[in-house]
């Protein structure tokens, strides 16, 4: 009986804000997962340790939740202006699929970071030790601009900037995500700022339900916390070891994945699920982190909590960080209301593991609110550095 051997592929394990991830440079990966197709998608999920019916990923590189199943490959930019492009894979868990539908915010720091390790970038274009790298953010099509810290020609990583969700501090990245709304610009694609979506009447009482549905850093649907039942301070156990409760979020998540149009037919969403994301806010009330940590009220704006891959994430994804502060900056959303209100340029919010400040540009033009950027601050950090292993007949 013959078997497939091993083979080495040239690959980097990364932390990028609050996420992990195995990067690979494009001119590493076998010829065939270059470009898009099952073979590419079958590598990662190999790398990753998926489809796992125990949802361990034990065979693999993956850390069993959504904010570690993911690969990125970084290449030369096909797109004038830019240093490179960055593309993005969320590896299901226990499920046999890829999700190229959106961006890792989180992970858009490490990519910065990671151009320059691999030599795409040159830190010697540096400027009072900040390198510049601009990022086509190929999955959505996007401008992402990191700043990133360097020092005696290498990424500087190390440093005193603290990220809760983070165990340790390292040096700060700032991201500038440019005009993160659609294409079209289309920055809420129903035209309105607050919808009343039709939902089951054993989800909410009345069958009526209102949420702002945006499109900025990642499509995602924000609801009122008090309007399904919660508070906006819950932890990811509270939420995740309640069956029932996720099963409403995803009946949630598809009824506003069709109202946006990001799929036709509900069935659609079972391999669309990293996005829309769903996520529920509330005016700022006192909460114990995870780490144990006591928020004040007045520390935050509002508290928010999001979904990701169909559980609650443990701090916040970094797209979704962009949606807060683009709707957090349009007076009339629900997370502008959550907010108190009233016009702003940045917003504090509250999440499982701590406090984010982010902020955003703006603006209306003819009648429709778009932003012009918004602005971040995340870390990344290279933890493993060498080749990844796969059986030859993985892809």
Known sequence: MSVAPQV??????MRGGTSKGVFFRL?????????????????????????DPYGAQIDGMGGATSSTSKCVIVGPATVPGHDVDYLYGQVSI???????????GNLS???????????HVDPANAVDGICTVRLWQANIGKTIIAHVPVADGAVQETGAFELDGVTFPAAEIVLEFMDPADGEGAMFPTGNLVDTLDVPAEIVAGGRLQATLINAGIPTIFVRAADIGHTGTE???AVNSDSQALHRFEVLRTIGALKMGLITHA??????QHTPKIAFVAPPAAYTTASGRVVAAEEIDLAVRALSMGKLHHAMMGTAS?????AAAVPGTLVSEAAGGGERTYVRFGHPSGILRVGAEAQQVDG???????????????LMDGRVHVPADSF
């Open 368 to 382: 429709r609110w778009t932003v012009t950027k918004a602005v971040m601050s995340r870390s990344a950090r290279i």
């Open 27 to 51: 001119e590493d990966l076998p010829e065939p997962c270059r470009v898009p197709g099952r073979p590419r998608d079958r590598l990662f999920q190999r790398v990753i340790g998926s489809p």
């Open 235 to 237: 932890l990811r156990d």
């Open 94 to 104: 226990d499920s046999d699929f890829v999700d190229w539908s959106g961006n890792c």
């Open 322 to 326: 962009v949606a807060i502060a683009a």
């Open 267 to 272: 069935e659609e969403a079972l391999k669309r």
């Open 8 to 13: 080495a592929i040239s690959a980097t394990y």
């Open 109 to 119: 720091t490490a990519a910065g970071a990671f151009a320059i390790h691999a030599g």
